[in-house]
């Protein structure tokens, strides 16, 4: 059972370097989600998808761009990766939101950009 | 405008103490509580959460906590914390079409 799952785990980056993130669910899951994770911060929303096709900015978009194309995947990509980019990076997925509906968290993505 | 706020970014707590760890909501938070733990390394796994009914809501690994709305809180507790619960602590509820996390709590428990 998957649930979850984040590629790649760590990557290096220079500075101006490029990459896509990508997380898959197998739970049949509408929403998906894309946050960072910075000490002291909590969790912030980058941006997120109500269903295929769809996709909707959070609180910290900039610099970032996402798709979803097939209802299981979310991507996330860095067109042009900058040193404030360095994060551990979160996708989630659930089923609805709202009435108490938990997200399911994949492992991270450790990106570092130098 | 909505908010959690965990008081305390880290609390140390000795093995077999009572592990208390605080949130407390903005009243126009929607009272759909959660808490998640994150183990080193790891993704965040959900603990509990309430919606509505009881107040007292059992988790996970021992955990518990009670929303209690005259105080705007939802604290989480464990009688007895053991060497595993070392870990980082989210509360977290839904707002709009997204869920929102609080800073965390980095709990450590020393021997």
């Known amino acids: 059972n998957a649930g979850v799952t984040q590629t790649p785990k760590f990557r290096v980056l220079k500075t101006g370097q490029s990459m896509t993130l990508l997380c898959a669910q197998d739970m049949n899951h509408e929403y998906m989600y894309w946050y960072r994770q910075d000490p002291g911060m909590g969790l912030r929303l980058i941006h997120y998808s109500v269903g295929e096709g769809t996709t909707a900015k959070g609180e910290v978009p900039d610099g970032y761009n996402v798709s979803r194309l097939k209802k299981q995947n979310f991507l996330l990509g860095l067109e042009s990766a900058a040193p404030s980019q360095t994060s551990v990076y979160f996708c989630a997925s659930s089923y609805s939101i709202g009435g108490g509906t938990e997200a399911f968290f994949g492992q991270g993505t450790r990106l570092t950009v130098v | 405008?909505?908010?959690?706020?965990?008081?305390?970014?880290?609390?140390?707590?000795?093995?077999?103490?009572?592990?208390?760890?605080?949130?407390?909501?903005?009243?126009?938070?929607?009272?759909?509580?959660?808490?998640?733990?994150?183990?080193?390394?790891?993704?965040?796994?959900?603990?509990?959460?309430?919606?509505?009914?009881?107040?007292?809501?059992?988790?996970?690994?021992?955990?518990?906590?009670?929303?209690?709305?005259?105080?705007?809180?939802?604290?989480?507790?464990?009688?007895?914390?053991?060497?595993?619960?070392?870990?980082?602590?989210?509360?977290?509820?839904?707002?709009?079409?997204?869920?929102?996390?609080?800073p965390g709590t980095r709990l450590s428990v020393l021997p």
């Open chain 2, 1 to 102: 405008a909505q908010s959690v706020t965990q008081l305390g970014s880290h609390v140390s707590v000795s093995e077999g103490a009572l592990v208390l760890l605080r949130c407390n909501y903005s009243s126009s938070v929607p009272p759909y509580l959660f808490w998640y733990v994150q183990y080193p390394n790891q993704g965040l796994q959900l603990l509990l959460k309430y919606t509505t009914g009881a107040t007292l809501v059992k988790g996970i690994n021992g955990f518990e906590a009670e929303f209690k709305k005259s105080e705007t809180s939802f604290h989480l507790t464990k009688p007895s914390a053991h060497m595993s619960d070392a870990a980082e602590y989210f509360c977290a509820y839904n707002y709009g079409q997204n869920f929102v996390f609080g």
